[in-house]
């Protein structure tokens, strides 16, 4: 039976220095980077084709699907309503730009006779 000794015995190193233990989290993040592409590689079969019209077409809905989410979660989070249709003021804008409208839709509409006769 060996003595217990707090010594380091030859030739190995001092797993307590800070150059050891910096050299070890360096060799465990290699093996780690090694392991994740090698992963990486054997699923390369079965990941979809990017260029794909397909799977653009998905990503495209995805992609908007989410943004129409975020948006309406930060309409929420913001406390912007939409505006109280009953005030005043805003009663008062609705009729101007229905009026606008309503008489560009005329003189487009007498526009369109004139030519006809």
Do not use: W
Not at 40 to 47: F, G, L, R
């Amino acid at each position: 039976r060996k003595p217990n000794t707090t010594k380091v015995e030859e030739g190995l190193p001092d797993l307590e220095a800070a150059d050891v233990a910096k050299a070890a989290v360096q060799i465990q993040a290699a093996y780690r980077g090694f392991q994740t592409r090698k992963l990486v590689q054997q699923h390369k079969e079965i990941m979809p084709d990017l260029n794909c019209a397909q799977v653009q077409d998905a990503t495209v809905k995805i992609q908007s699907a989410y943004r129409g989410f975020k948006t309406r979660k930060q309409l929420k989070e913001s406390g912007e309503d939409m505006p109280d249709l009953q005030a005043a003021d805003v009663v008062a804008a609705t009729i101007k730009i229905q009026s606008a409208y309503k008489g560009f839709q005329t003189r487009k509409m007498i526009k369109q006779h004139k030519e006809i006769m």
